[in-house]
């Protein structure tokens, strides 16, 4: 019988695998399950806890298992964090000035919340930049080696290198409102810092050309109702296709983040020739049922993902959430271009008998 890994390896080459793959992103729901406040700034699957936990479920493992390189600054740019009882901060300290993001622990929802965003005027983006201008990485591939022996066995993990340059303003420093209004106001500073971002970036790209990784992640947390097609395609669309041929040309395959609305979006994504749709969110939490998602997105973009959040929590009924995850098991028909996994993640709540019930979903309407 052949695994997770084997089987996802076999999707990401065209080819048929005797099953839609299974793979689970349980490390949210792991930490708030729980109960204790977790490390920000050391989130990581790469847990023997966490790998265990999948394998219980029959799952494989795949994401937030970190990266194989590593940042530094010169001229005097020091990037620093700090966790202090439920506060951490960020902070980027240069010769020109110094900004500062923080974040509150939210038990509620198991998260940090930003109370003080990073960007809120045109100043601290200059500081950004600056800073940004300043960043070198440097491989650090023996990484690849610890990823394997935690969970190789059951996945496949998907090194990750983080937001490209419009996304790490949107969803990360400034926020939604403040970069929207940016667009207009600061046009030429927003253009300098995204076009340096990103060349930055694929300096980072060329070193995971040559690392170990078969497979790699990057993502903005894309939704169409944030980043509409107009607006992608005028920041990020040429540096997602410059993503992909950059791995491509180097044998390997690459994942966008996309835990949104999908409408209108997905297929500049594909087009792009990014390989993978991670976190695939259909509706009712997502705009577009699963066959709508796979019209958009071609016949080639392997789609990853495919339950609602809210179907997850007991009150679907599991008559409805069965029904929920045949529907997106009905694309392999279409298409072998297809994982089995969440979207975007498994949330606390769920009942763990729920998250086991999918192995047998999978393995009686998922067979090829």
Known sequence: MMSERERLLKVLKGETPDRVPWFADL?????????????????NNCTKEIADLHREVKAGWYIEVGSLHEEYYEDG??????????????????????????RLWNPTSSSWDIEKLMVEKARDLEILLYAVERRH?????????HMESIGGDIG???????????????SYYMGVENTVYAIYDEPELLDQYITTYNQKQMELIDIYCKSPAPHIIFGDNL?????????????????????????HQAGKTVSAHLDGKLNNIIGVVAEAGIDVADACTPAPTGDLKPAEIRRQAGNQMVLMGGISPSKWLPSTSEKDFIEHVREWLDLRKVSCRL???????????????????????????GRY
């Open 137 to 145: 990485f440097r491989p650090k591939y023996e990484n690849w080696n």
């Open 77 to 102: 740019v020091v990037r620093e964090r700090e966790l202090v009882g439920e506060k951490v901060v960020e902070t980027y300290k240069t010769p020109i000035g110094e900004i500062s993001m923080i």
């Open 27 to 43: 490390g949210h729901w792991y930490r708030a399950e729980s109960g204790e406040m977790w490390n920000l700034f050391e989130i």
């Open 339 to 365: 994982v089995q996994s969440a979207g975007d993640q498994v949330p606390p709540g769920t009942e763990l008998k729920r998250i086991k019930l999918v192995y047998d979903l999978v393995e009686e309407y």
């Open 156 to 170: 496949l993990p998907f090194p990750g290198i983080g937001y490209t340059g419009l996304g790490s303003l949107m």
């Open 223 to 247: 939704s169409s109702d944030v980043q509409p097609p107009e607006l992608f395609r005028r920041y990020s669309f040429g540096h997602y296709k410059n993503i992909a041929d950059r791995l």
